[in-house]
């Protein structure tokens, strides 16, 4: 039903946004989590949750300074999300609650449909930026529904201006 679908969705981006919480408070526990710790980490949350296009860093001042997987993902390193006003509305409300939190959908040249899940990182009480997963929004919603539930109901799922579908439209 819809509601399992939705309780479905609302879980899985539950316990995704606490993987990405321990590894801020890694990052902040260490005043900074060196390079091939952060990738290996990275590495791993990417083989456990689909639907995600990228995990990344982002410096205090909102630019992508680590981007993992690299391969098909290069342009979003320096990219500024801070310039993106649906990004940097869910950044600016993740840090200023000091919780991870999620955007709407939005479009990301060469990238296309996501949502991102923002978690915020403080070195004694200073920003020192957000660990994010991009989700790309279509198949991160794929992804956490049953083939069954799909195969069985048409749903159409309408946030921030773009359509996500479910079963045979």
């Known amino acids: 039903t819809l509601a399992q679908i939705e309780v479905r969705i609302v ?30 980490d ?36 320096g990219l500024d999300l801070g310039g993106i006003r649906v990004a940097r509305r869910a950044l600016d409300d993740a840090r200023r609650s000091g919780t991870v939190l999620a955007s709407p959908i939005f479009e990301v040249p060469d990238v296309g449909a996501v949502a991102l899940l923002c978690a915020p990182i403080f070195i004694d ?22 083939p069954r539930v799909r195969g069985s109901y048409d749903v159409a799922l309408y946030e921030g201006g773009h359509t996500l579908r479910l079963g045979d439209p």
């Open 11 to 40: 879980a899985e981006t539950r316990n995704y946004g606490l993987a990405l919480g321990r590894m801020a408070v890694r990052w902040e526990s260490e005043g900074g989590t060196p390079p091939s710790v952060w990738t290996r």
């Open 42 to 77: 990275a590495r791993a949350y990417a083989r456990d949750y689909d639907g995600q296009r990228a995990l990344v860093w982002a410096d205090a001042s909102m630019a992508l300074q680590r981007v993992e997987p690299l391969p098909g993902n290069r342009g979003l390193v």
């Open 125 to 146: 009480g200073v920003s020192d930026g957000f660990v994010i997963a991009v989700l790309a929004a279509q198949e991160f919603l794929e992804s956490v529904i049953d």
